[in-house]
């Protein structure tokens, strides 16, 4: 399996996020969707919280791994 690349993300202060860290670079974003997955609860536990997010040039998909705790990049659109 691939591994997606780590990521830094500021939260308000209601928890929402507000901006992405990747790369030495800084970009806010504007949550545009969000869901839950959870599966193969028998084998290894996949537990996410996908956001796709807008930033000024390009849309992402991140997620937060509940099982580990990160953030991670999973797809950039530009």
């Known amino acids: 399996m691939r591994e997606h ?11 929402a996020l507000v901006a992405i860290r990747w790369g030495g670079r800084r970009e806010p974003v504007e949550v545009c969707n969000r869901w839950r997955v959870e599966e ?4 290894r536990p996949i537990a996410r919280d996908y956001f796709k997010v807008v930033g000024s040039r ?3 998909l991140v997620y937060l791994d509940r099982v580990d ?5 999973e797809r950039l659109y530009d």
């Open 58 to 60: 390009w849309l992402a």
């Open 40 to 43: 193969a609860w028998w084998g």
């Open 5 to 15: 690349p780590a990521i830094e993300v500021e939260l308000d202060g209601d928890g």
């Open 69 to 73: 705790g990160t953030w991670r990049l």
